[in-house]
Structure formats: C-alpha cells, structure tokens
C-alpha cells in the first residue's frame, strides 16, 4: 500500500522529499504529498518523519533485522 502524507500533520520540513530513494515525494503548493504511482513503498518516508504524517503500514519483515 502506498503511502500517504496526512496535510494536516506535515510541517513542510521537506526531510521526506529528501530521503525518498524514487523521488515519489513531491512539493505541493505549501507541504508535500507522496505520488502513489511512484512509491515503492520503502517505509523510509515514515521512519524519518517526526511529525509522524505519514501513514501506511509498514512492510511485513519491517521488524526484521
Ligand atoms: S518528513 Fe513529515 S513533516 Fe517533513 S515534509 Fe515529510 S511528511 Fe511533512
Ligand atoms: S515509502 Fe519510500 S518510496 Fe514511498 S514515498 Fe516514502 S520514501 Fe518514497
């Protein structure tokens, strides 16, 4: 499932957009949203955000390490 950033929660810090190893992280008008189409589905977008604004769930061998 891909992810998906909640507006509401996202301060704009643009970490996210960063660290998106597809660049399915995009600038929208004041904060950032995923395109789904693109998203991988990694799980970094999620780890990395304080703000916790990114929903989905984590990939099944996500605890696995
Ligand atoms: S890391 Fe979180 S708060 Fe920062 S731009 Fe991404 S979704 Fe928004
Ligand atoms: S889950 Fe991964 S591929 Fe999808 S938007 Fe987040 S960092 Fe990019």
Redesign the pocket.
Known sequence: M??NIIQDKCNACGV?YS????E??VKTESKYS?IKE?????????RICKEEA?E?KDPIHAGRR
């Not at 660290?19 to 597809?22: F, G, K």
């Open positions: 891909p992810r996210c660290a998106c190893p597809v399915a992280v995923i693109e998203c991988v589905d990694c799980g970094t977008c999620k990114v989905g």
